[in-house]
């Protein structure tokens, strides 16, 4: 009797699930153990938490609370807020590891429907692996938006790769979440599906859209889809974060011939079977290198302008000169650089390095051929590999701390000093700055019980004893770019003042790792000037100002 066709299997490297279970629990608890411990990034760390606290508060977003993305990434971390307690910081870190680890996986698992790659046991957690460290790289351990975005975009394309009509189903709808984390995904999401092959049915175009409907329905009913529609247009430079960007680094031109001319060599046959296995060697190798390299210096955001380059190439030479491969490579390749791309669309972090994982392994699995080494040799390569890669993951992790000195100079731990931050360390000039703001919180609360805060502490809100009186967070000018957002907060400012502390800071906590510098005027912080220039001051602490 015929086999009956069965569904692919979540996990289907091999009949056994230790792999993915060694990877999915070791490697982010391990992270966690080692490195979540580490520095406080006073203007991001927090900031996703701090709109999760408002949600829980009952309030909506965009209407009640100013927020220039979709909200489903602060609705995502909600549980750790509301049951962190002061352990919320240390604990929302992991379930970020976590996030980090699934992505990599499932992108492996989407190589693997896709390409129909067999991958033996150390290949795939070496791969994953690679992934892993080259995605996370030096980056805060936070909650971000954008991690959560390439966090729905992966386990949605893992599922909609497979055969089970459920699985493409549930798989298309938490793809349509990637967007609803961050705008940026919008512009990959519908391409997936028709690269996909599912462009024409109606059921799973149904999935995809159904998240957004119901967002922008409940906002709709709620009364906030007006200024939903304002904050969600704040930043509109296409051109240049999508494009300019890139054609300004050179080393996007130079992976890009490196791409194309490696790809040709691995993969066209040509009769000098030196060549062949040469470009397959070093097309392999070069991203690894890359990777190794990045982590190790701290120039990965760089670097993976190259690797977008070698993809973008790569994929020329499939479309133009590869006439007889696969569709399968080359919707896998664009999706990995479409993920990529979108990653970037951002003002302060403009370069694909968050995605690095989804450019690295298409070149890897192309790269695949007559193997290079005999079997043993071939795992004493790639062992030697690893070490390598997770010897810099772990410098770049100690070193290259956002907005902190390296690790061995965070000896000020954070317990009882910043809500929700046990167990987390920092330096001396920022634990002193931290300290100070207790001391100025209770000078405020003296004559008037609320206060605010100008203008970055946006993680003080997450789990504050009080609710923010303000509409935002981190009043700020990448927050408040449009003139008319700048208009609503500059009137809600001036409204809320005879009930208002404004505690301003004296000295910039963007940089606390090297010492105490002022405040610049600028117009980033021009709420804070507009405050000191106006408002009353009637008090001061040693890194604060109180003004009313």
Same mark, same amino acid.
């Given at each position: 009797?015929?086999?009956?066709?069965?569904?692919?299997?979540?996990?289907?490297?091999?009949?056994?699930?230790?792999?993915?279970?060694?990877?999915?629990?070791?490697?982010?608890?391990?992270?966690?153990?080692?490195?979540?411990?580490?520095?406080?990034?006073?203007?991001?760390?927090?900031?996703?938490?701090?709109?999760?606290?408002?949600?829980?508060?009952?309030?909506?977003?965009?209407?009640?609370?100013?927020?220039?993305?979709?909200?489903?990434?602060?609705?995502?971390?909600?549980?750790?807020?509301?049951?962190?307690?002061?352990?919320?910081?240390?604990?929302?870190?992991?379930?970020?590891?976590?996030?980090?680890?699934?992505?990599?996986?499932?992108?492996?698992?989407?190589?693997?429907?896709?390409?129909?790659?067999?991958?033996?046991?150390?290949?795939?957690?070496?791969?994953?692996?690679?992934?892993?460290?080259?995605?996370?790289?030096?980056?805060?351990?936070?909650?971000?938006?954008?991690?959560?975005?390439?966090?729905?975009?992966?386990?949605?394309?893992?599922?909609?790769?497979?055969?089970?009509?459920?699985?493409? +189903?549930?798989? =298309?709808?938490?793809?349509? @979440?990637?967007? %609803?984390?961050?705008? !940026?995904?919008? #512009? *990959?999401?519908? /391409? &997936?599906?028709?690269?996909?092959?599912?462009?024409?049915?109606?059921?799973?175009?149904?999935?995809?859209?159904?998240?957004?409907?119901?967002?922008?329905?409940?906002?709709?009913?709620?009364?906030?889809?007006?200024?939903?529609?304002?904050?969600?247009?704040?930043?509109?430079?296409?051109?240049?974060?999508? +494009?300019?960007? =890139?054609?300004?680094?050179? @080393?996007?031109? %130079?992976?890009?011939? !490196?791409?194309? #001319? *490696?790809?040709? /060599? &691995?993969?066209?046959?040509?009769?000098?079977?030196?060549?062949?296995?040469?470009?397959?060697?070093?097309?392999?190798?070069?991203?690894?290198?890359?990777?190794?390299?990045?982590?190790?210096?701290?120039?990965?955001?760089?670097?993976?302008?190259?690797?977008?380059?070698?993809?973008?190439?790569?994929?020329? +030479?499939?479309?133009?000169?590869?006439?007889?491969?696969?569709?399968?490579?080359?919707?896998?390749?664009?999706?990995?650089?479409?993920? &990529?791309?979108?990653?970037?669309?951002?003002?302060?972090?403009?370069?694909?390095?968050?995605?690095?994982?989804?450019?690295?392994?298409?070149?890897?699995?192309?790269?695949?051929?007559?193997?290079?080494?005999?079997?043993?040799?071939?795992?004493?390569?790639?062992?030697?590999?690893?070490?390598?890669?997770?010897?810099?993951?772990?410098?770049?992790?100690?070193?290259?701390?956002?907005?902190?000195?390296?690790?061995?100079?965070?000896?000020?731990?954070?317990?009882?000093?910043?809500?929700?931050?046990?167990?987390?360390?920092?330096?001396?000039?920022?634990?002193?700055?931290?300290?100070?703001?207790?001391?100025?919180?209770?000078?405020?609360?003296?004559?008037?019980?609320?206060?605010?805060?100008?203008?970055?502490?946006?993680?003080?809100?997450?789990?504050?004893?009080?609710?923010?009186?303000?509409?935002?967070?981190?009043?700020?000018?990448?927050?408040?770019?449009?003139?008319?957002?700048?208009?609503?907060?500059?009137?809600?400012?001036?409204?809320?003042?005879?009930?208002?502390?404004?505690?301003?800071?004296?000295?910039?906590?963007?940089?606390?790792?090297?010492?105490?510098?002022?405040?610049?005027?600028?117009?980033?912080?021009?709420?804070?000037?507009?405050?000191?220039?106006?408002?009353?001051?009637?008090?001061?602490?040693?890194?604060?100002?109180?003004?009313?």
């Amino acid at each position: 009797m015929a086999e009956q066709k069965q569904n692919k299997p979540w996990f289907n490297y091999h009949s056994s699930l230790a792999p993915a279970l060694v990877f999915l629990v070791c490697v982010p608890l391990l992270c966690h153990l080692l490195f979540s411990q580490f520095g406080l990034s006073l203007s991001d760390d927090g900031f996703t938490l701090a709109y999760s606290r408002r949600i829980l508060e009952g309030q909506v977003p965009h209407r009640d609370f100013i927020i220039i993305r979709p909200a489903f990434s602060p609705l995502l971390h909600t549980p750790l807020v509301l049951f962190g307690g002061a352990y919320t910081f240390w604990l929302s870190r992991f379930f970020v590891w976590v996030e980090l680890a699934s992505i990599a996986w499932a992108w492996l698992i989407f190589a693997q429907n896709c390409l129909g790659t067999d991958l033996k046991t150390y290949e795939t957690l070496y791969f994953a692996l690679l992934f892993f460290v080259s995605s996370t790289h030096s980056f805060p351990i936070m909650a971000w938006h954008t991690l959560d975005g390439l966090f729905c975009l992966a386990i949605g394309l893992a599922l909609c790769s497979q055969s089970s009509p459920q699985r493409k +189903f549930g798989g =298309y709808f938490i793809l349509g @979440l990637a967007p %609803l984390c961050k705008q !940026s995904f919008v #512009f *990959l999401v519908p /391409l &997936a599906l028709f690269l996909l092959g599912d462009g024409r049915k109606k059921l799973l175009w149904l999935a995809l859209l159904l998240p957004s409907s119901l967002y922008f329905g409940l906002l709709a009913w709620l009364g906030a889809f007006p200024a939903a529609m304002l904050q969600l247009g704040t930043h509109t430079n296409l051109r240049y974060a999508g +494009f300019q960007r =890139y054609l300004e680094q050179p @080393l996007t031109s %130079l992976g890009f011939i !490196s791409g194309y #001319f *490696l790809l040709r /060599l &691995a993969q066209k046959n040509p009769k000098d079977a030196f060549g062949q296995r040469f470009g397959q060697f070093t097309l392999f190798l070069l991203p690894n290198l890359t990777v190794i390299a990045g982590l190790a210096s701290g120039y990965l955001p760089i670097a993976a302008f190259g690797l977008f380059g070698m993809v973008s190439g790569a994929l020329f +030479f499939l479309l133009l000169e590869q006439r007889q491969t696969s569709k399968a490579q080359l919707r896998f390749a664009l999706l990995g650089l479409l993920a &990529a791309w979108s990653a970037s669309l951002s003002v302060g972090y403009n370069t694909p390095v968050l995605s690095t994982g989804s450019l690295v392994i298409p070149l890897l699995l192309f790269a695949r051929g007559k193997p290079f080494l005999p079997p043993t040799w071939n795992q004493v390569y790639l062992s030697g590999l690893t070490l390598l890669a997770l010897g810099s993951f772990g410098q770049a992790r100690v070193t290259y701390l956002s907005r902190e000195p390296p690790a061995a100079q965070l000896t000020y731990r954070l317990d009882g000093v910043f809500p929700g931050a046990n167990l987390i360390k920092t330096n001396a000039y920022k634990y002193a700055f931290l300290t100070d703001l207790q001391a100025a919180i209770a000078l405020a609360q003296r004559e008037r019980a609320t206060f605010a805060i100008l203008p970055n502490l946006p993680g003080y809100w997450a789990k504050a004893p009080t609710q923010n009186p303000l509409s935002l967070d981190w009043p700020q000018q990448t927050e408040l770019f449009s003139p008319a957002l700048q208009q609503r907060f500059l009137a809600e400012l001036k409204a809320k003042r005879p009930q208002l502390t404004f505690i301003v800071e004296k000295v910039d906590s963007e940089t606390l790792a090297t010492g105490f510098q002022p405040v610049p005027r600028t117009d980033f912080y021009q709420f804070a000037w507009y405050v000191r220039d106006h408002f009353t001051k009637v008090g001061e602490t040693a890194f604060f100002e109180l003004y009313r």
